[in-house]
């Protein structure tokens, strides 16, 4: 999020695509295109228009870069989503990344094959992805369905 740019947003075919991202030894840090979910499009549309309808230039700028961009690091990016944790009174733990795990289980919970959620993620091997996957005694019992 932290360098994403209104460029790589087809608001059209609904995809976003995601470049040069982590670290080398977790993602493959090669181009991806991932699909973003329908309310969602409203939302980025009317931050689109607020910034003026750029056709370029990052989509979450630095508050504090205006007219110059800076790009958020992901520094700022947890300490502004800690205050919104705490201002919820939701427990210390959740962090932005702990969003991606659970996005992962989630995925994972509703069928999607874990080599999609692999690239889905960025990863360069579902050994990596399969450290996201947090199912418990519940999601085994459901799965006993697909042999049933």
Excluded at 51 to 57: L, N, R, S, V, Y
Excluded at 63 to 89: C, N
Excluded at 118 to 141: A, C, P, V
Aim: charged share 25%; with cysteine; net charge positive.
């Amino acid at each position: 999020a932290v360098q994403l740019r209104w460029e790589h947003i087809d608001f059209d075919k609904q995809f976003i695509r995601v470049i040069n991202t982590g670290p080398t030894y977790i993602k493959n840090r090669q181009e991806r295109t991932i699909p973003f979910r329908k309310p969602l499009i409203p939302i980025l549309q009317m931050w689109h228009l607020k910034q003026d309808a750029p056709t370029k230039g990052l989509v979450f700028p630095k508050p504090i870069s205006h007219p110059t961009q800076l790009a958020m690091d992901t520094g700022y990016l947890s300490k502004t989503f800690k205050k919104f944790v705490r201002e919820a009174e939701l427990p210390d733990t959740i962090t932005l990344h702990g969003l991606r795990h659970s996005c992962a289980t989630d995925l994972l919970r509703k069928g999607m094959p874990i080599h999609l959620v692999s690239k889905f993620l960025g990863h360069r091997q579902i050994t990596t992805t399969q450290i996201y996957e947090h199912l418990n005694e519940m999601d085994l019992k459901n799965s006993i369905n697909y042999i049933e």
